[in-house]
């Protein structure tokens, strides 16, 4: 059973930058494929970055391919977000989730735990 824990999130001006960090426990968390979705009120459930157990793969859908940057720390069992020049259309409330397998890895149903996330706003 892991458990993970966001944080990082916080009210910023457009143009800004945050850094959301995902704390595991309770696993081998380096085996995990970690995602980080975000959700805004009346909206669907989005990916906006996936990054590979080993760190061979990342994925950024269009909306934040080349402002998002993921990583990931095994040894400290951590996974960051780094969100450059935000937008108000970011603003939204932030999960990291963990799945055994990379395969179907853009689907949220392919997670198995998931944090109970982080609000970010952005401010126009």
């Known amino acids: 059973q892991v458990q993970l824990v966001e944080s990082g999130g916080g009210l910023v001006q457009a143009g800004d930058s945050l850094t959301l960090s995902c704390a595991a426990s309770g696993g081998t968390f380096s085996f995990y494929n970690v995602g980080w979705f975000r959700q805004a009120p009346g909206k669907e459930r989005e990916l906006v970055s996936a990054i590979k157990w080993n760190d061979a793969n990342t994925y950024y859908p269009d909306s934040v391919k080349g402002r998002f940057t993921i990583s990931r720390d095994n040894a400290k069992n951590t996974v960051s977000l780094q969100m450059n020049s935000l937008r108000p259309e970011d603003s939204a409330h932030y999960y990291c989730?963990?799945?055994?397998?990379?395969?179907?890895?853009?689907?949220?149903?392919?997670?198995?735990?998931w944090g109970q996330g982080t609000q970010v706003t952005v401010s126009s």
């Open positions: 989730a963990a799945a055994s397998s990379w395969e179907s890895y853009k689907a949220s149903d392919a997670y198995n735990y």
